[in-house]
């Protein structure tokens, strides 16, 4: 099995990578620019040696159809395209074109190239807005309140439109808050685990936030590229909501990552306004019920557990960077 994954760098593209390898997969991996792309994900989890890695801009169809057709895999992955609900806000053209722009691209090219080739759609559960505590399902409505996610639920309805038109195997993971060591601290339970570790470790800065008083429902990521790749073992592809079914206030996430570090948060932690975004959800919950039933797959780790991860993580990395202080 060959398999293709846009946005390899990055998170989730690089747990897949992994996973997909340890499956026997041959893995193909696009970035905008291959050449000068770092790939430090993929370092880290120590097989960038083992994937071929090519260049492809997402919202070119020239560029997307070139690589599909030069390489014909079995399945594909479109992580690529923005990945920020607040930088869509200062970047909303982009934040099209890379995603509902690049699905299109994606699905016209398998359309031409194999329409047998197998698709998987990273959606996302910002396209529901707000859900309310309920939790929300396949069927719920969506009210997309940023840019992003505007662009996502775009890509959501191309991609059942092909399905549904020309009979692709193309499906849509309605994915929910998921999170890893492997995040860049824009993200920001990273930027909370990261300065919970620095301060415990010595620094006194003061971490700046924005709203947290909202709910989010997070899971842990390699969990939920497994999900990924369970949709495109289906008989007949559909659209899943991945997520844990729970949610959990940030400022309870605030408070759990200090604690890991015997700190109170209180003492640490400020709230600007200048960090809130133009609209926001309040509380987001996902019903993964399809997913249990169709898949067979459950969240194995809860917020706490991936509290407790990323903090482990950034314990050693922040040893890591004294050592080689110490060494220069």
């Avoid at 946005?7 to 893995?27: F, H, N, P, R, T």
């Avoid at 599909?68 to 895999?73: A, F, K, N, V």
């Avoid at 080739?117 to 396209?127: D, K, L, P, Q, W």
Wanted: aromatic share 10%; proline share 4%.
């Amino acid at each position: 099995m060959k398999a293709l994954i846009c946005g390899i760098g990055g998170q989730d593209g690089s747990y897949l990578a992994k996973l997909l390898l340890e499956k026997g997969y041959e893995v193909i991996g696009t970035s905008r620019d291959s050449m000068i792309a770092p790939f430090t994900n993929l370092e880290r989890l120590g097989i960038k040696q083992k994937v071929s890695l090519f260049s492809m801009a997402i919202n070119d169809f020239r560029s997307v159809l070139t690589v599909i057709d030069t390489h014909r895999p079995n399945e594909i992955y479109n992580l690529a395209g923005q990945t920020s609900v607040g930088l869509s806000f200062e970047q909303p053209v982009e934040a099209m074109e890379s995603i509902a722009q690049g699905t299109l691209n994606m699905l016209e090219a398998i359309r031409f190239v194999d329409p047998a080739i197998r698709f998987y759609n990273a959606g996302s559960s910002e396209c529901y807005g707000d859900t309310g505590a309920d939790g929300a399902d396949e069927g719920r409505p969506f009210w997309p309140r940023s840019p992003y996610a505007v662009a996502k639920a775009s890509a959501y309805w191309l991609t059942r439109s092909y399905r549904e038109s020309y009979g692709l195997h193309a499906s849509t993971g309605i994915l929910f808050n998921h999170e890893s060591p492997l995040r860049p601290e824009r993200f920001v339970t990273q930027k909370i685990v990261r300065a919970a570790a620095r301060i415990a470790a010595g620094s006194k800065e003061k971490l700046k936030l924005g709203n947290i008083d909202i709910y989010r429902d997070w899971g842990w990521a390699p969990d939920y590229v497994d999900a990924m790749w369970r949709m495109l073992q289906q008989d007949q592809a559909g659209d899943y909501v991945v997520a844990t079914g729970e949610s959990c206030a940030l400022e309870e996430f605030v408070r759990k990552a200090f604690v890991y570090f015997g700190l109170d948060w209180h003492d640490h932690v400020t709230t600007n306004r200048d960090l809130f975004r133009p609209s926001d959800i309040k509380y987001s919950c996902g019903n993964p019920l399809k997913a249990k039933q169709e898949l067979n797959w459950s969240a194995t780790y809860k917020v706490d557990d991936v509290i407790s991860a990323m903090c482990s993580e950034a314990v050693q990395q922040e040893l890591s960077m004294r050592n080689q202080e110490l060494k220069t």
